[in-house]
């Protein structure tokens, strides 16, 4: 491949200029495609184009205003395949229904079955930003390797009601969730067999984090006297017939002593509702909003956390968490009007997730989803969890630890660890199925829908324009003249001139349906778009 190409960016993150423009105040620059498409990119799974041109005619305040208006509980989850339930037919939810004993793959079903309805929800091509704080209270908030398609569902609805408010009574809540209870162990921690996996995790990734060590169990935020003390207030829950059961006999009643990073507090038998005292006492202090404002930085911006940015927006952000309560949306809304969002630092400098990946080729590429076939739509979003996002290392309830997926906290690598030897090369084979419809997910050929995405660029039949376009869409920044020079005079037009493109174009406009006239437009369309989304580039957003 010529150099022009493979001179392209290295998959790399980029280098804040000096000095970083790190402010949380309200950015008040041109408001461009480029910072549409930024905004539409880091809160959609795959922007459309019309999504991003939505964005750009509306202005910053109207798309904040669109992308967090409050969403309804979707319709649950169906039986879309599994024909011995004897509970549920074909077409109808399995929530609520018993699970017969002795029917050989019925938890599979319903288990595929709530995969598919998540997957669902991320196709749909809504305008909100509800998606992205899910999956990111998926990857903070961790529960995996629970079969019960029944505790999966209480998990993932509390997500929901949660994903922009008030993440104190989230934390509370989410302690005594029967599938948390099952995932950490709170279910077997009893005054005489302590168990000390949530107590641990509550504060080390989930609320307040460690900071250095700085004694013997001596961290900066807690000690391990903390730890034991909060496990022994924790005690006596059990899930019983689906639901989180106090039992006070398995209860720890003695005297908790707190250590000094707690003022030395203590917590006497608070029975059933000493769970929340131990939330209250941990949200108190002022590093809770700070670290899970780091978090969604890290999420929606950058990972590279600098002293300025430290400064002039997490601290910032933490003290607006604290002033509404610790209900996340103003936090969110502030961290994405910002004018650091919106900086050279930011733009472009994150590596899309497999998520994101695979919503970009999909929803972005216009491929057809089905909509009227509600069996067919489940299939559908199976295939896609199984065959893309399962095989790329991001599925819903496959988090490989309670600590989440490692590009979100990993030093000091982060969202370089979704690009391996193992998921690159998968990543091509997406494209190559995308670009040439050589795989079927159902009854559908993977294929982007090429001529649809140019029809609606402004001047499509320019053969400059509309390869600006095409890279405005799909990339986070613009390539270089001499990358675009041999797109069109080595991709698009081999050895032509750029009329013919003008003509061939014409003529496929006033012969739609002629196949003779759109196969050759489409062919070209394809080669470049093979170049396009295999460049390093298009790994960033």
């Known amino acids: 491949m010529s150099n022009a190409i493979t001179k392209s960016k290295k998959i790399e993150l980029k280098n804040c200029p000096t000095p970083n423009p790190a402010s949380l105040s309200p950015y008040q620059g041109e408001w461009t495609w480029r910072e549409a498409a930024h905004l539409m990119r880091r809160s959609l799974f795959g922007p459309t184009y ?8 509306s202005g910053l305040e109207k798309t904040i205003e669109v992308l967090f208006e409050p969403q309804s509980f979707p319709d649950l989850p169906i039986n879309y395949y599994f024909e011995n339930d004897p509970e549920v037919p074909i077409g109808e939810t399995w929530v609520g229904k018993k699970i017969t004993q002795g029917i050989q793959g019925l938890q599979n079903a319903r288990n595929n079955s709530l995969s598919a309805w998540i997957v669902n929800q991320v196709l749909e091509k809504k305008m909100n930003i509800l998606q992205k704080m899910i999956l990111f209270w998926h990857n903070h908030l961790v529960i995996s390797d629970i079969f019960s398609s029944g505790f999966k569902l209480q998990y993932f609805a509390l997500l929901h009601k949660y994903a922009l408010g008030d993440f104190k009574q989230f934390v509370t809540d989410m302690t005594i969730n029967p599938g948390m209870l099952l995932y950490l162990n709170g279910n077997e921690n009893t005054a005489e067999a302590p168990n000390e996996n949530y107590g641990r995790e509550l504060m080390e990734l989930f609320t307040i984090g460690k900071g250095p060590l700085v004694g013997d169990g001596d961290y900066t935020n807690y000690t391990e006297q903390d730890v034991v003390e909060f496990s022994r207030a924790l005690s006596g829950w059990v899930v019983r017939n689906g639901k989180a059961i106090f039992r006070s006999n398995r209860h720890d009643k003695g005297v908790k002593q707190l250590s000094y990073r707690f003022g030395n507090k203590t917590i006497g038998n608070l029975g059933a509702d000493e769970y929340k005292k131990v939330v209250d006492i941990i949200f108190a202090q002022e590093e809770v909003s700070k670290f899970i404002c780091r978090q969604l930085y890290i999420w929606f ?28 949306k103003p936090v969110v809304k502030a961290l994405l009007q910002s004018e650091h969002f919106y900086s050279e630092c930011i733009i472009g400098a994150m590596i899309k997730s497999p998520i994101d990946f695979a919503m970009t080729l999909i929803k972005t590429g216009e491929f057809p989803l089905i909509e009227d076939d509600i069996i067919k739509k489940y299939r559908y979003s199976n295939l896609v969890n199984k065959r893309i996002l399962k095989k790329q290392e991001q599925s819903y309830f496959g988090l490989p630890s309670v600590a989440g997926w490692p590009a979100y906290y990993q030093e000091p690598v982060y969202y370089k660890i979704w690009l391996s030897s193992v998921t690159l090369p998968l990543r091509k084979e997406l494209v190559e199925a995308f670009i040439k419809g050589n795989k079927k997910l159902g009854d559908k050929r993977a294929t982007m829908d090429l001529l649809s995405i140019v029809s609606k660029f402004e001047s499509p039949d320019d053969p400059d324009k509309l390869l600006i376009s095409l890279t405005d869409l799909f990339l986070a920044y613009r390539l270089t003249d001499e990358q675009y020079l041999f797109l069109k005079t080595q991709v698009l037009l081999p050895g032509l001139p750029d009329y013919e493109w003008t003509v061939e174009y014409s003529d496929y406009i006033n012969n739609p349906g002629d196949e003779s006239k759109s196969k050759p437009i489409l062919n070209r369309l394809k080669e470049v778009m093979l170049v396009i989304l295999n460049m390093a580039e298009f790994q960033m957003m």
């Open 50 to 57: 019309d999504q991003i041109k939505e964005s750009l005619d």
């Open 301 to 328: 911006a950058n990972y590279e956390i600098t002293e300025d940015v430290e400064n002039n927006v997490i601290v910032p952000m933490a003290k607006i968490l604290r002033d509404n309560n610790y209900v996340v």
